[in-house]
């Protein structure tokens, strides 16, 4: 499985932006797509999670109302639309697959990683 994010840039406080995700190789129906992010000097956290099968999500406090993910079962991809945008949302954003059902927060329960994209948010 290899996971492909784009959409980062840089964007003004208040301002939106939407991160995509696209899955290749081996998929299944049967899995949770997770998004986290790391600041510099910080540990990667947790943002959100969607399960495949239902589309239930679980968001993280400090993104829940601003943050959406969805999904498009035709494209393999999962969607991270971010709007209110902070400047303490500025991180490299991560999507991550995993084959269990928990919409975990963790990052060790997740098997495959993306590459990374950059936000950056201006005051």
């Known amino acids: 499985v290899q996971l492909q994010a784009s959409g980062g840039g840089l964007v003004q406080a208040g301002g939106s932006l939407r991160l995509s995700c696209a899955a290749s190789g081996r998929t299944s129906s049967s899995y949770v797509m997770g998004w986290f992010r790391q600041a510099p000097g910080k540990e990667r956290e947790f943002v959100g999670v969607i399960r495949w099968s239902d589309g239930r999500t679980y968001y993280a406090d400090s993104v829940k109302g601003r943050f959406t993910i969805s999904r498009d079962n035709a494209k393999n991809t999962v969607y991270l639309q971010m709007n209110s945008l902070k400047p303490e949302d500025t991180a490299v954003y991560y999507c991550?697959?995993?084959?269990?059902?928990?919409?975990?927060?963790?990052?060790?329960?997740?098997?495959?990683w993306g590459q990374g994209t950059q936000v950056t948010v201006s005051s």
């Open positions: 991550a697959r995993s084959t269990g059902w928990t919409l975990s927060t963790a990052p060790r329960y997740y098997e495959y």
